[in-house]
């Protein structure tokens, strides 16, 4: 019976693990449609927000070409390099300078932003709305730089572009050393009329890219507004266009790493917009104009996220700069609250070994110390119920043909002995969160990407490249995905083998056969998990079988 928990407990464990793929996510709150927010603003008397309009541009170009193709201002600091297009003054050239696009120090760097001429366009834009006759710029607009032509953190850099009737626009551009850019905005009115100008910020998309369609995972379009966290793949943003108003939050496009966001300034109330267009838009617009009377100079400041999505950097603009919720730009999902706190511990454990895969190693055996009194009232229940099978084998013997008196025997017999058929289930429970937290981590947070273990392990947060099918690379031949089954998943099916025998055996053996194929069946089905799950699982497996042991000796000694 103990071995029948056991297996249910598993069996459970791999359903969830299935359920959650599907489900994960946070909950996505009821949108506000524009019609809504265009009724509301029509209650009161301010001018209505425009809609964020700019000239489509049909023209192709390769990357270089259409970075080659006008003037441009350089844009550097430790982590990004690229370029700002004064054509629009469009953030359209950025490369991530610290990551490879793959685990291979020879291969190129990740590149996050493109030219809006080139098929894989991906691009930032700040600037100014009209409900009226006033001239902006759009992003065909000649922009002329004043001064520094190069941003870094210690030199910010200023454009400018005049109307021709009387306005003139400004934008101050500042970098920190990480992946912030803020930009300033000042309209200087010399005509003759009082102005009112709605301050806007826009991602723009060409395409969808490829992404994983992982239910644990989201990417797309994603943004806070208010108290509420909003997740749109980029199908329901084709189908239909989601809008959001509140008065603090910030929109943008996610990757798995990479995430290119925009926050609207503190204090001011804004509209939210995800719409296709050809192409994936998220933007803001400020919903109460900038007025600027005759002679005066009204402004604007918008923050801008380019960059990788490390726990330290998200967390820091969030808690230190107060973009509201920015924290929720790494997908954490549900179980966030113990997720997160599980992820620092690693990552301390991380800076003492100086390896995640050691790290991981260490959270194993930190998790089997914290648990280690449960787990012995468990195994000793366990080495009991083995201990008993005998007698067990003599009730089912003696009582063949009356089932009802076989349980009325076996309870007792389980009461005498102090006995819990089910506390063998326990260590299984236990892991399963922890299962589940570690495989979110190494799947989600960039800090496991590309993170080397020893051996032929370079990357705990992927497969275990080797397989058994080519002799783990002895034979020249590169097998199928189904059947790279690598030798860390081996080995972890090895130790749940062996792990076995220390259990009870089951007394069916239509269930025996079933539960000694348990481990050929987790061994196939977790070869494609990440390999920093896998090494956990394995060596959990070694540290159960060694405390199990233990106790079973002892139990075998006290019932001699």
């Known amino acids: 019976m103990e071995n029948k928990n056991v297996l249910a407990a598993v069996v459970l464990s791999t359903v969830i693990i299935m359920m959650w793929q599907f489900w994960y996510g946070e909950p996505v709150p009821q949108n506000q449609n524009q019609e809504q927010v265009q009724e509301q603003q029509l209650k009161g008397d301010k001018p209505l927000a425009p809609a964020i309009t700019q000239k489509k541009i049909e023209t192709k170009l390769t990357r270089t070409d259409a970075i080659n193709e006008g003037d441009r201002l350089i844009i550097e600091n430790k982590n990004i390099k690229g370029s700002i297009s004064l054509t629009g003054a469009l953030i359209d050239d950025l490369t991530l300078k610290n990551y490879n696009q793959e685990n291979n120090s020879d291969t190129k760097k990740v590149i996050l932003l493109n030219?809006?001429?080139?098929?894989?366009a991906y691009f930032l834009e700040t600037g100014w709305a009209t409900s009226g006759n006033e001239i902006v710029p759009d992003?065909?607009?000649?922009?002329?730089v004043k001064g520094n032509k190069v941003l870094t953190p210690n030199n910010p850099v200023t454009l400018e572009w005049e109307n021709g009737n009387g306005l003139t626009f400004i934008k101050n551009f500042n970098i920190d050393d990480q992946y912030l850019i803020t930009v300033n905005e000042e309209v200087k009115n010399t005509s003759t009329q009082t102005v009112s100008l709605f301050h806007y910020a826009q991602v723009t998309r060409q395409q969808k890219p490829d992404v994983q369609n992982f239910y644990i995972l989201h990417e797309g379009l994603i943004g806070v507004v208010d108290e509420s966290l909003n997740e749109e793949n980029y199908d329901d943003v084709q189908d239909k266009k989601k809008s959001?108003?509140?008065s603090k939050g910030w929109v943008g496009i996610t990757d798995k790493y990479w995430l290119t966001a925009v926050v609207p300034e503190k204090g001011k109330n804004f509209n939210a917009e995800f719409v296709y267009d050809k192409a994936f838009k998220a933007n803001y617009i400020i919903t109460d104009p900038t007025v600027i009377n005759v002679n005066q100079t009204g402004s604007n400041t918008s923050s801008l996220f380019v960059g990788a999505k490390e726990v330290s950097i998200v967390d820091g603009y969030a808690e230190n700069l107060g973009f509201h919720k920015f924290d929720l730009a790494i997908d954490w999902g549900w179980f966030h609250f113990f997720t997160k706190p599980l992820f620092f511990v690693i990552d301390y454990l991380f800076k003492l070994s100086g390896n995640f895969g050691i790290a991981i190693i260490l959270l194993t055996a930190a998790i089997r110390l914290l648990f280690f009194p449960l787990a012995n009232y468990s195994f000793a229940s366990m080495a009991k119920m083995k201990a008993l099978q005998p007698e067990m084998q003599r009730i089912k013997d003696l009582y063949k043909d009356d089932k009802q008196k076989i349980q009325m025997e076996m309870m007792s017999?389980?009461?005498?002995e102090k006995v819990n058929p089910v506390s063998g289930c326990l260590p299984i429970l236990i892991q399963i969160p922890f299962f589940f937290a570690i495989y979110k981590m190494l799947f989600v947070t960039i800090e496991m990407r590309h993170a080397p273990f020893y051996g032929w392990i370079q990357d705990l947060s992927a497969p275990d490249p080797t397989s058994i099918f080519n002799f783990f690379g002895l034979i020249p031949w590169d097998p199928p995905s189904f059947l790279?089954?690598?030798?860390?998943?081996?080995?972890?099916?090895i130790t749940m083998y062996v792990q076995q025998k220390l259990n009870p055996a089951p007394p069916d053996p239509i269930q025996a056969k079933i539960f000694a194929f348990f481990p050929l069946f987790l061994t196939v089905l977790l070869a494609s998990f990440p390999s920093g799950l896998v090494i956990?699982?394995?060596i959990n497996n070694v540290l159960t079988m060694a405390q199990q042991y233990?106790?079973?000796?002892k139990t075998k000694i006290k019932t001699a």
Do not use: D, H, R
């Open 115 to 120: 030219p809006k001429k080139y098929e894989q």
């Open 139 to 144: 992003n065909q607009s000649k922009w002329s």
């Open 244 to 246: 959001y108003t509140g």
């Open 413 to 416: 017999l389980y009461k005498k």
């Open 484 to 493: 790279m089954i690598g030798a860390w998943p081996i080995i972890m099916g």
């Open 536 to 538: 956990y699982w394995s």
């Open 550 to 553: 233990v106790i079973i000796k």
